[in-house]
C-alpha cells in the first residue's frame, strides 16, 4: 500500500490527540499499513443520504459508532457525491457501499478509519512518458511491487557519472543536460536493476523487481522475524518450493546440500530410518543435535509432512542461536508450516507416485560355478577343507546347471548325505529390485478476515527392499492450523498436528530375531544350494532367516503417534509493542511390539526337516510428553528516520517426562495371533521413567542506524533439572554487528561493480545440558541377570557409579565473520563465513585411574574442543528472452569445510587409545604398505627378515602366520600385501600405543569429510519447469569393512560376492589385482590380521557429487484447465540421488555416502568408528506426479 | 481495550514469577539411591543376584575362548596362550586386570550391616565373601602376587598407587572370606544358587591349587606352607563327601550316564552342585556350534589325551606294543567307556538319536571330535544351544579329596575307595590300587609328569590321569598344568589321528570306505567317503602316514614368565609401584 498524500491530516473525535506528539505521522501509517490490522465493527449504522458529499457519510458514522477517520481535504476533494441507503449496516458495509467506484479506500485501525487513496498496483510510468526541454530535473519515485518506496536505490544516467540515490520515500531528483531520450538506470540491493528510457517526463513512478533471494525477504529467526537485510547473524533460510515436491518420506532428506553448515547423512536407504542432522560439525565429545522448533515448538523433523512446510530456517552461529541458550548449542533449525491466508478457498493436491532401487550394483556373484570355487578356495586357503567338496565331474555339471543346459538337483549319497546342483540367485530370492512408494497430500486454506484456516493430510506407503513378505511402512499426517482474529489487538491460533508411523519389518532365526540385513541373511546362502525343496524352505548351515522369512511369523511392528497441540496468542495492545504467547503439549506413544515364533525348513546335506526358533511376544509400551511454554514481548521504536530500535523480553520452560512398559511372554498357545494373555512362561516385566526440565529468560536487543550499521545483542539465563542447584544456572550472551557497507557514500563509486556488501561479526556463548540425568545421585543400577534360577532371570541393583564432584553446563563460543555480497546488479550473491567454535568445560572422565579402581573415572567439566570452518555460497539469478517467452533460471553453490581439534583432554601419558590434547578428529591412524609381494619367493624373503616372524609380525600377519591351519597358505604368499616396518624396530607394531611411542603406525587420512558442497539449479520457460539440487563431499578417507566390500576375505561362506573383488584378486595370470589372492579367506575378519588392519593401501576415499534430486514440470495452460474450473494443473516426473560419480576408486557395489556416513558429525567420538556397509542399500528413486489446485 | 491486554499482561507477569521454584528439581522415579537400600533381606538378596553373573558361562567348556584349551583340545584357531605369542595388553583395566565385580563385592560388604535381619546379613554376607574368595583367586591364578583391597576406592585414594600385596596374605585373606562363606552360608541343595556346598567346593578347589602351586613352584619358597593348603584342601572336600548331600549320577548305565550327564537339557541336583541354566527364551550358547562347524571351534581332542584312557581292563592303553601305529577302529576298541562319552567313537551316534552318524573329519582339527556335552542336533548352530554348563560338581570333590591326601603322603587306600574309585564304578572300571599304582608309577604319565617324585609318585599319576580323564573340557586343565609346574608338557606337539598311508579308510569297520587322504589330487576317492583331506592342507607328521598335526608351529613356554599374565602396559604406566610380571 502506498500513502501518495501531502498535505495535513484532519483528526477527527476520540482519536487520542497525544499519538501525534508521539510519533511522526508517516511512520505512523506505515505501520498502519503493514499491519493491515482490521478491527471489527462494534456497532451498526442506519443512513440514508442522497448525492451527499463523502465527508456527511463519515460524520454521520462517527455520531452512530466508537469510529473516528483520519483523511485530508485534498483527498475528498475532486470525489463525487455520494448515495446511499442502509439500514443496520456494519461500518464496512457502509464504507465498501460509500467507496465503490471511487478512488478512496479505507483501512481500519484501532476503531480509526484511514481513507487513501486506492493504489491496486502502482502504475509504473516509465513506458509511457513525456519528455520536456533540456536541461530539465526529472523527479521520480522509487517504489516495490506492493508500493512501498525504496530508499537508498541507486539512479545513474546511463553513459555519464550523473546519478544520484532515493531517499526515505523512495524519491530523487536528478538534473540533465541532453535533450535527446534519457536512459536511467535504477539498482538497489534485492532488486532486479531497470533501465528506463525517458523522452518526455519528468515525474515518474518506477517500480522494482525483487530479487528472488532478494535482502527483503523475511527470515524467520528465534521467536520473530528480520529481514534478511538486517541479519547480523549467520542464518540460511530456503522455502517451500525447494523441497516440497519432492518424493521423500521427509524432509530431511530434501535438505542435503541446499544449506551449506546443514550437515545430512543417511547411514541406509531403510525408509524408516532417521538420517543424523548436523549444523557446523563438532560441538562435543558428548554429542548432542540441533534444536529442531517446529513453528516454534521442539519437534521432530521427520515427522512434518513435506508439503505442509513454508521455511526451513538454520541459524548456525551462537548469536542467532543465543535466544535458546542452552538448547541452542548445538546451532538450530526453525521450521515454519504453511497457514491459511485471507481470500479464496484454495485445495491443492499433490499426488506422487514412484519405485526405489538401489544406487548401487547389487549383482553378486550366483553363478553356482563361479561362487562355488571361490569359495571353496577361500575356506581351502584357511583350513585345507572346502563347503563342496565337488569332484571335476560335479563341477562340470555344475556348469551345465548354471549354463541352463540341465535342471537343478540333489542327489543322495551312500551315507545318507545329499549333493545340490543348484543355481540359486539369493539376492532377488531375498530382495526387490524395485520398491513402490506412493504420496498422496491434499490441504485446504483460505480464511476471512476474522478467521484463517489451513488444514491438510497426507498418506504415505513404501515397501520395503525385502522380497519374500511385503513389509510396509505407512504414514499418515493431519494437520489443522486455525487463525481467530478475536480484536484488532488480539490474534489467537491453535496448531494441531498428528502424525502415525506404521511399520512391520519381517525376519527370525533360530534364537531371535536377526535384522533383514544382519548376519542371518547374509552367510551360508550358496548358490549352489537350493532356497527350497518341494516347496519347503533349505537352509543349508544358516539360521534359518530365510525359513522364518517365508513363514512370514516373526516380525516387529512399531506404531507409532505423534500430536501436537500449540495454542498461541499474539496482543498488540499498542503500537510497536507486540506480546506472544505459545502453550504446547507434545504426547508422543510409541507400540512396538515383537512376534518371534517357530518355524519349519529343511536343513544338511540329510534334508532334514527341523522345526526351530523361539515362541514369545514382546510388547514395549513408551508414552512421553513434553510440554512447553513460551512467552516474549516485542517493542520497536523508531528515533527520527534514522534510529530503529527492537527489544524482545521472554520466558521459556519445558519440561518432560516419559515411561516405558515391557513385557515379555513365552510359550503362546497360538503361531497366527500376538497378545500377552496367549503366553504361558511370563519372561519379562521392566519399566523405567525420565524426566526433565528446563527453564530460561532471555532477551535481544536490536538497533540499527539508517540501516546501515546493524547491533544485535542476545542474553539467556538458563537453569536445568540435570545439574545440581548449586550449578544449575547458566548465563549465555552474545553479541553481533552488521555494517552496510555498500550505503556508505565512499561506496558510491563501485556500485556498478559490488552492488551491495555486508559485513557481519558474531560473537557468543552457548551453553549444553548434554549430560546424563541424575549424573549427581547415588543411584544403584537396576537390570536383570543372565544367570538363571529356576529358569528365570533375576533382578538384581549393582553399584552405583563413582560421583563426579560438580557437574555443570558445557560452554562454546562461537566467532563467526560473514560478508554478503551482491554483483551484477544483484543477480549475482556470494555469502561468505568464518566461524570458530570453542568448547570449553566438556564433561568426560577425568584423568585416567589405574584399573584397580573397577570403575570408569568420575567424569569432570574439564575437556576442550575448537572446530573451525568455513561457508561459502553464490547464488545467481536471471532471465532471458528464449523464443519471446522469459526463461527464468537460478542456481546457488555452497561449499563449506571444518575441522575438530581436541584442544584439552585428561590424558597425561598420551595414551592413544582415548582422546588426547592436539588429536584432530577424523584422524585415521595406520600403517603403510609397501604393495603386494609378487611372487612367493620375495614374500618368503620378507618374512625371514625379522627375528620371530609369528610374533614380530603378529599385529598385522597373525591370521597368515598363527591362524591359518592349511600349512601351504601358513605364510606371506604372493599378492599378500607389504606392511613396512617403518621404524625399523625389527617388529611391525603400535608401540606401546601412546603418542610417545606408536611403533609403526601413522597418520594416513581422515574419515572426516572435506569440503562438502551442494549446488541447485531451476528453470522455468512457458509452462516448463526443471530443477536439479545436488550435493556431495570434496574427499573423505573410509578403510573399506564389512562383508560386501570384502566379501570371502571377510568370510568364505559370505552370502554376497561383489564381482570386483574376485575379478581383482591378485593370481599369476593377474598380477596387477590389488586384492590377495582367493585363498585368504578370513584376512580381513578381524584384528591383527592384515586386511582388517587399518593400513594406507586399500584407504579409499569417498568423495562423491551426487545428483539428489532432478524435476521437470510442464503446467498445463490456464486456457485449458479453467474450463474444467481447475486454477493449476502440473505433472512432474522427479528422481532421487539418479547419478552418482565417485571421486576415489571406490567399488559401484558400495554406496559413497553410506560408506562415508560412519561419521555423525554430532558424536565426535564415531569420528573413528569403521563403518561397515553391510546395510539396507540407499535407494534412487523415480517417481510421477502431479499437482493440482482448485 | 487497553485495560483488557494490560490486564493479560500483568497475569504473563504472574504467571512467570509465580512459577513454583522446584520446577526443576526432578528426582528420578523409577532408580533407587544408595542411601534408601540395604534395608531388608530382599535388599540384600536383590543386590547379591548381581555376583552371579560373575560366574563363567559356557565358554568355561569353550575351548575356542574358554580357559579349557590346553593339551587336551585343539581348536581351528589356538588362543595365544597355548600358542605362546600372548601380546602385553594396552588399555587400562584389560586382559584380565579387571577390577570391576570386587569394586561391587566391596561396596556391598561396606553397606549392607546396615540391615537389621541378622540371620539375612550372615547369608548374603557369606555370599558377598564367596564371591570376593572367587575374584581373588582368579586374580591369583592370573597375576600371582596381586594388590588386595577390601574397601571401595574413591578416585583420590592413595592406595590406586600401591604396589601388589604378596601371594601369601592375598590368599590368607582369599580363605578366610570362604571359611566365612562355609560358615554362614545355609546348607540348602540348590543347582543355580550358591550354597555352603558350591563354597566348600571352591575351598577344596582353591586350596589344593595353591597347596601344590607352593609344592611345584619352589622358586617361590613356599613348599613349606604348602601342606596347610592341602589339609585344608582334603577336608573341605571330606566335608562335602561326608555330608551326603551329592552322589554320582548314574542313569542309564556305564555305557550311558556319563554322556547324559552333560548333554542333556537341564542339570538336577544328583551330582550337580551349580550350573549354569540356559533356555531357549533367555539366550544361548554358542558350544555345539563350536564342536560341529567346520569354520569355527572344530574342537579336536588330542592323540596323547586319548592315550591316557585306559583299556577297559584297568590296564594301561600305552602299554600295547605299537599302541601310537594304531588305526582309528583298533584304538578305540576295549577302553574305559568315558572315551567314546567324549569323544566320537567309530559308531557315534547323536544325542537322542540312534542312526549312526558319518564319519566326518572336517569338523575337527585332530580328527578325535569332541562331543562332551553336545547337545541334540536342534542345538547346534551359531549360539543355538541350550543345555545346562555345569560349573561345580561333585566328582571333582572325590579327585580333589584323593590329590590332596597324596601330596600330602596320607592317601589310604581306604580313601581311594571312597573317591576315585567311585569314579570308576560309575563307568564299570576296575578299581584303582595305590600299592600297585606305587609299585610300578607309569612310564607314559611319568614322562609327561616329570615333576612329580616320592613314594605316592604312582598314585599321583593315576589320580592325574583320572582327573584329565573325567574333568575333560570342564574348564579344569590350563590350571592343573599351571599349578603342577607342568606348562612345558605344552611344548610336546599336539597330535591327531594316525594314518598308515594315503588312501581309504575304513572307521568304522562296516566295509565301507569313510576317509580318504590324498595328496593334492581326489580323483581316486572311493564313492561314498565322506571326509576327504588333501594332505597338502592338512600335513601328516611324516609327511604320507603319521598323525594329523593341525598346529605346527612350535610352542614355546617360558619359564616363570607364561605361568603369568602381562599386567597392562596403561596400569605401570599410571602406577610406577606396580611391577611386571617376570618376563613381559
Known amino acids: 500500500m502506498i500513502l501518495s498524500i501531502s498535505g495535513n491530516f484532519l483528526l477527527r473525535h476520540r482519536l487520542p490527540p497525544q499519538f501525534l506528539k508521539v510519533m511522526k505521522l508517516t511512520a505512523f501509517l506505515l505501520t498502519v499499513a503493514f499491519l493491515q490490522v482490521q478491527a471489527k465493527s462494534f456497532s451498526q449504522v442506519t443512513l440514508s443520504l442522497k448525492h451527499a458529499p463523502v465527508e456527511k457519510v463519515f460524520h454521520e458514522i462517527e455520531r452512530q459508532t466508537d469510529y473516528g477517520f483520519l483523511y485530508t481535504k485534498e483527498m475528498l476533494a475532486d470525489v463525487p457525491q455520494v448515495t446511499i441507503d442502509v439500514r443496520n449496516a ?12 471511487q478512488s478512496l479506500e479505507y483501512s481500519i485501525n484501532n476503531n480509526t478509519v484511514v481513507i487513501t487513496r486506492k493504489v491496486f498496483a502502482p502504475k509504473d510510468s516509465s513506458e509511457v512518458t513525456f519528455f520536456s526541454q533540456p536541461p530539465t530535473e526529472i523527479h521520480g519515485r522509487v517504489l516495490n511491487k506492493s508500493g512501498s518506496p525504496i530508499q537508498g536505490a541507486s539512479v545513474v544516467v546511463a553513459g555519464t557519472q550523473t546519478g544520484t540515490s532515493t531517499d526515505v520515500d523512495g524519491r530523487f531528483t536528478l538534473t540533465v543536460s541532453s535533450g535527446k531520450n534519457v536512459v536511467l538506470r535504477i539498482s538497489s540491493v534485492g532488486f532486479q536493476t531497470k533501465t528506463v528510457t525517458l523522452s518526455k517526463a519528468t515525474d515518474i513512478n518506477i517500480i522494482l523487481e525483487e530479487n528472488v533471494t532478494g535482502l527483503n525477504d523475511v527470515v524467520i529467526v528465534g521467536y520473530g522475524t528480520e529481514k534478511k537485510a538486517d541479519l547480523t547473524g549467520a542464518i540460511d533460510q530456503i522455502d517451500s518450493k525447494d523441497i516440497g515436491q519432492r518424493p521423500s518420506s521427509s524432509i530431511t532428506t530434501s535438505l542435503q546440500g541446499l544449506l551449506p553448515g546443514l550437515n545430512i547423512q543417511s547411514n541406509n536407504g531403510d525408509p524408516g530410518a532417521n538420517p543424523d542432522i548436523n549444523i557446523r560439525g563438532f560441538n562435543s565429545i558428548n554429542g548432542g543435535g540441533p534444536l529442531i522448533l517446529v513453528d516454534g515448538i521442539e519437534g521432530d523433523i521427520d515427522r512434518v509432512n513435506p508439503a505442509d512446510v513454508a521455511t526451513v ?71 585345507g577343507t572346502s563347503y563342496t567338496g565337488y569332484s571335476d565331474a560335479d563341477w562340470d555339471t555344475i556348469k551345465m546347471v548354471s549354463e541352463g543346459k540341465m535342471a537343478p538337483f540333489y542327489t543322495p549319497l551312500s551315507n545318507g548325505n545329499n549333493k545340490f546342483f543348484y543355481n540359486t540367485n539369493w539376492y532377488d530370492y531375498l530382495f526387490r529390485k524395485w520398491q513402490a512408494f506412493q504420496n498422496h497430500s491434499i490441504s485446504v486454506s483460505g480464511g476471512t478476515d476474522k478467521i484463517h484456516a489451513y488444514v491438510s493430510g497426507r498418506y504415505y506407503n513404501t515397501t520395503s527392499i525385502q522380497n519374500i513378505v511385503n513389509a510396509p511402512l505407512t504414514k499418515y499426517n493431519l494437520k489443522a492450523n486455525v487463525t481467530f482474529k478475536a480484536s484488532n489487538w488480539l490474534q489467537l491460533s491453535d496448531n494441531i498436528q498428528l502424525s502415525t508411523d506404521n511399520q512391520i519389518q519381517y525376519a527370525g532365526s533360530k534364537n531371535g530375531f536377526g535384522g533383514i540385513w544382519s548376519s542371518s541373511t547374509w552367510y551360508w546362502l550358496f548358490p549352489f544350494m537350493p532356497n527350497k525343496i518341494d516347496g519347503i524352505p533349505y537352509d543349508y548351515q544358516g539360521t534359518g532367516a530365510q525359513a522364518a522369512l517365508e513363514a512370514g511369523s516373526n516380525w516387529i511392528r512399531n506404531y507409532s503417534e505423534q500430536f501436537i497441540n500449540t495454542f498461541s496468542g499474539v496482543l498488540t495492545p499498542a503500537k510497536g509493542l507486540v506480546f506472544n504467547f505459545d502453550y504446547s503439549n507434545t504426547i508422543n506413544h510409541i507400540a512396538n511390539s515383537t512376534r518371534l515364533n517357530t518355524f519349519q525348513y529343511l536343513t544338511g546335506a540329510k534334508i532334514q526337516l527341523q522345526t526351530t526358533g523361539v515362541n514369545s511376544l514382546t510388547e514395549v509400551r513408551n508414552r512421553n510428553y513434553y510440554d512447553a511454554l513460551n512467552i516474549y514481548g516485542t517493542y520497536s521504536k523508531d528515533l527520527g528516520r534514522v534510529h530503529h530500535f527492537k527489544l524482545m523480553l521472554g520466558y521459556n520452560q519445558e519440561e518432560y517426562n516419559a515411561d516405558n512398559v515391557t513385557a515379555e511372554q513365552g510359550g503362546l498357545l497360538t503361531n497366527d495371533l500376538a497378545n500377552l494373555n496367549l503366553g504361558t512362561n511370563m519372561l519379562e516385566a521392566d519399566g523405567s521413567t525420565s524426566l526433565w526440565a528446563v527453564r530460561g529468560y532471555f532477551g535481544r536487543f536490536n538497533y540499527d542506524f539508517k540501516n546501515k550499521y546493524l547491533l544485535e545483542v542476545n542474553a539467556r539465563y538458563d537453569g536445568s533439572s540435570r545439574f545440581p542447584s548449586i550449578t544449575r544456572w547458566g548465563l549465555f550472551p552474545s553479541v553481533s554487528g552488521g555494517w552496510f557497507v555498500s550505503k556508505e557514500k565512499f561506496w558510491q563509486p563501485l556500485k556498478n561493480v559490488l552492488n551491495s556488501m555486508k559485513l557481519r561479526v558474531s560473537y557468543g556463548k552457548l551453553g549444553n545440558q ?67 567454535k570453542n568448547t570449553t568445560g566438556m564433561y568426560v572422565p577425568g584423568s585416567p585411574l589405574p584399573g584397580v579402581f573397577g570403575a570408569s573415572e568420575p567424569k569432570e567439566n574439564i575437556a576442550g574442543l575448537r572446530d573451525r570452518g568455513f561457508e561459502l555460497s553464490l547464488g545467481y539469478n536471471d532471465q532471458f528472452s528464449v523464443k519471446g517467452s522469459p526463461l527464468h533460471f537460478r542456481a546457488t553453490v555452497s561449499l563449506y569445510n571444518f575441522n575438530g581439534v581436541i584442544t584439552k583432554y585428561p590424558n597425561p601419558n598420551g595414551l592413544m587409545s582415548t582422546y588426547w590434547s592436539g588429536e584432530k578428529l577424523g584422524q585415521i591412524w595406520g600403517y603403510h604398505v609397501d604393495g603386494q609381494f609378487q611372487s612367493d619367493e620375495e614374500a618368503a624373503k620378507y618374512q625371514s627378515t625379522f627375528t620371530n616372524p609369528s610374533k614380530d609380525l603378529a599385529q598385522v600377519y597373525t591370521y597368515i602366520l598363527n591362524t591359518v591351519t592349511n600349512t601351504e597358505w601358513k605364510k606371506l604368499k604372493a599378492g599378500d600385501i607389504k606392511y613396512v616396518d617403518t621404524n625399523g624396530d625389527g617388529v611391525i607394531g603400535p608401540g606401546n600405543n601412546t603418542l610417545a611411542n606408536h611403533g609403526d603406525l601413522q597418520a594416513i587420512g581422515n574419515a572426516m569429510p572435506q569440503f562438502p558442497f551442494g549446488f541447485t539449479f531451476g528453470a522455468d520457460w512457458k509452462s516448463f519447469d526443471i530443477s536439479i539440487a545436488g550435493t556431495g563431499v570434496g574427499h573423505q578417507d573410509w578403510y573399506p569393512t564389512g562383508y560386501v566390500y570384502w566379501g570371502t576375505y571377510a568370510r568364505p561362506y559370505s552370502s554376497f560376492i561383489r564381482k570386483d573383488l574376485v575379478a581383482d584378486a ?6 596387477g589385482g590389488k586384492y590377495p589372492q582367493i585363498y585368504r579367506g578370513y584376512a580381513a575378519l578381524q584384528n591383527n590380521r592384515s586386511l582388517y588392519m587399518l593400513n594406507d593401501y586399500y584407504l579409499t576415499n569417498v568423495g562423491y557429487m551426487r545428483v539428489k534430486n532432478l524435476t521437470i514440470g510442464y503446467t498445463f495452460p490456464e486456457s485449458l484447465t479453467q474450463r474444467v474450473k481447475i486454477e493449476q494443473l502440473r505433472i512432474y516426473f522427479s528422481g532421487e540421488n539418479i547419478l552418482t560419480w565417485r571421486f576415489g576408486n571406490l567399488s559401484r557395489y558400495i554406496d559413497p555416502e553410506m560408506a562415508g556416513a560412519g561419521t555423525n558429525y554430532s558424536d565426535p567420538s564415531s569420528a573413528n568408528v569403521r563403518n561397515t556397509v553391510d546395510d539396507y542399500p540407499i535407494g534412487k528413486t523415480y517417481s510421477f506426479g502431479i499437482n493440482l489446485s482448485l | 481495550m487497553k485495560n483488557t491486554s494490560f490486564i493479560l499482561l500483568l497475569s504473563f507477569i504472574i504467571l512467570c514469577s509465580s512459577c513454583n521454584k522446584e520446577y526443576l528439581n526432578r528426582p528420578p522415579s523409577d532408580r533407587l539411591d544408595a542411601s534408601q537400600f540395604f534395608n531388608t533381606a530382599t535388599d540384600l538378596e536383590v543386590y547379591t543376584n548381581d555376583f552371579y553373573d560373575m560366574l563363567p558361562d559356557a565358554s568355561w567348556y569353550d575351548a575356542y575362548t574358554g580357559s579349557s584349551t590346553s593339551d587336551n583340545v585343539v581348536s581351528l584357531i589356538e588362543p595365544a596362550w597355548i600358542t605362546g605369542t600372548r601380546l602385553v595388553p594396552v588399555a587400562r583395566g584389560t586382559g584380565g586386570w579387571t577390577w570391576t565385580d570386587l569394586r561391587s563385592i566391596n561396596f556391598f560388604l561396606q553397606n549392607y550391616q546396615k540391615c537389621p535381619d541378622e540371620q539375612a546379613k550372615l547369608k548374603y554376607g557369606g555370599i558377598a565373601r564367596f564371591f570376593r574368595a572367587f575374584f581373588y583367586f582368579d586374580k591369583v591364578k592370573t597375576f600371582g602376587d596381586v594388590p588386595w583391597y577390601s574397601t571401595v576406592l574413591s578416585d583420590t585414594d592413595s592406595s590406586l598407587y600401591k604396589a601388589r600385596d604378596p601371594r601369601t596374605l592375598v590368599m590368607d585373606s582369599v580363605l578366610a572370606d570362604i571359611n566365612y562363606a562355609i560358615d554362614n552360608i545355609p546348607a540348602e541343595v540348590q543347582v543355580n544358587r550358591i550354597t555352603k556346598y558350591t563354597a566348600l567346593l571352591l575351598k577344596a578347589r582353591l586350596c589344593l591349587y595353591e597347596g601344590t602351586f607352593r609344592k611345584y613352584h619352589t622358586e617361590l619358597n613356599l613348599e613349606n606352607t604348602s601342606d596347610q593348603w592341602l589339609e585344608d584342601a582334603a577336608s573341605a572336600a571330606g566335608a562335602l563327601m561326608s555330608s551326603g548331600a551329592y552322589k554320582l549320577f548314574t542313569a542309564g548305565g556305564p555305557n550311558v ?17 551349580l550350573a549354569r541354566d540356559y533356555n531357549p527364551s533367555f539366550g544361548r550358547h554358542n558350544l555345539a556350534y563350536l564342536m560341529t562347524s567346520p569354520t569355527q571351534g572344530s574342537l579336536g581332542a588330542t592323540k596323547d589325551f586319548v592315550n591316557n584312557y585306559l583299556m ?78 555345569i560349573l561345580f560338581r561333585y566328582a571333582e570333590a572325590l579327585l580333589d579329596y584323593a590329590e590332596a591326601k597324596a601330596e600330602l603322603g596320607t592317601l589310604t587306600q581306604a580313601d581311594l575307595d571312597k573317591s576315585i574309585n567311585l569314579l570308576r564304578d560309575r563307568v564299570g572300571m576296575p578299581h584303582t590300587d595305590l600299592a600297585t599304582d606305587n609299585l610300578a608309577p607309569d612310564p607314559y604319565l611319568a614322562a609327561e609328569y616329570p615333576n612329580v617324585t616320592g613314594i605316592n609318585k604312582g598314585v599321583i599319576l593315576e589320580i592325574r590321569r583320572e582327573q584329565r580323564i573325567e574333568m575333560f573340557n570342564e574348564g579344569l586343565r590350563w590350571d592343573d598344568l ?21 588312501g581309504a579308510f575304513d572307521f568304522n569297520n562296516d566295509g565301507k570306505p569313510d576317509v580318504y587322504l590324498y595328496n593334492g589330487d581326489p580323483s581316486g576317492a572311493p564313492a561314498g567317503v565322506s571326509t576327504k583331506i588333501n594332505i597338502k592342507q592338512r600335513p601328516l607328521t611324516n609327511g604320507t602316514s603319521g598323525n594329523l598335526y593341525p598346529y605346527r608351529n612350535q610352542i614355546i613356554f617360558e619359564e616363570p614368565k607364561d605361568y603369568y599374565y602381562p599386567i597392562p602396559l596403561e596400569d605401570l604406566t599410571l602406577n610406577s609401584k606396580l611391577t611386571q610380571n617376570p618376563g613381559w
Open chain 2, 482 to 502: 599351571m599349578r603342577w609346574k607342568d606348562g612345558k608338557k605344552l611344548e610336546q606337539p599336539m597330535l591327531g589321528i594316525y594314518f598308515s598311508h594315503l
Open chain 1, 770 to 836: 548434554n549430560v546424563d540425568l541424575y549424573t549427581f545421585s547415588q543411584i544403584l543400577g537396576l537390570g536383570q541377570t543372565n544367570w538363571l534360577a529356576d529358569g528365570a532371570r533375576l533382578n538384581y541393583v549393582g553399584a552405583p557409579a563413582p560421583l563426579p564432584s560438580v557437574v555443570s553446563w558445557e560452554n562454546t563460543k562461537t566467532t563467526d565473520y560473514g560478508v554478503d555480497l551482491g554483483f551484477l546488479e544483484n543477480k549475482l550473491t556470494a555469502s561468505f563465513d568464518w566461524y570458530e
Open chain 1, 90 to 101: 456494519s461500518v464496512r458495509e457502509v464504507l465498501n457501499e460509500c467507496f465503490k467506484g
Open chain 1, 1066 to 1071: 591378485w593370481s599369476p595370470e593377474n598380477p
Open chain 1, 313 to 383: 530456517t538454520v541459524l548456525k552461529d551462537a548469536a542467532s542461536a543465543a535466544i535458546y541458550g542452552a538448547r541452542g548449542a548445538f546451532g538450530v533449525i526453525l521450521i515454519t508450516t504453511k497457514k491459511g491466508k485471507e481470500g479464496k478457498l484454495t485445495i491443492n493436491y499433490t499426488d506422487n507416485i514412484g519405485w526405489t532401487t538401489p544406487t548401487t550394483r547389487t549383482d553378486f556373484i550366483s553363478d553356482p560355478y563361479v561362487y562355488g570355487k571361490t569359495v571353496d578356495a577361500a575356506l581351502l586357503g584357511y583350513n
Open chain 2, 257 to 273: 550316564c556319563y554322556r547324559t550327564l552333560f548333554a542333556r537339557n537341564d542339570q538336577d541336583a544328583t551330582e550337580t552342585i
Open chain 2, 312 to 389: 577297559a581292563d584297568g590296564t594301561p592303553f600305552t602299554d600295547i606294543p605299537g599302541y601310537d601305529t594304531l588305526g582309528f577302529y583298533d584304538e578305540m576298541q576295549n577302553r574305559d567307556p568315558r572315551l567314546t562319552q567324549s569323544i566320537a567313537g567309530p559308531n557315534f551316534t547323536v544325542y537322542g538319536e540312534t542312526t549312526v552318524e558319518p564319519v566326518n573329519l572336517n569338523i575337527t582339527t585332530t580328527g578325535y571330535r569332541v562331543i562332551k556335552a553336545l547337545p541334540t542336533r536342534d542345538q547346534w548352530g551359531g549360539s543355538s544351544s541350550y543345555n545346562d554348563i
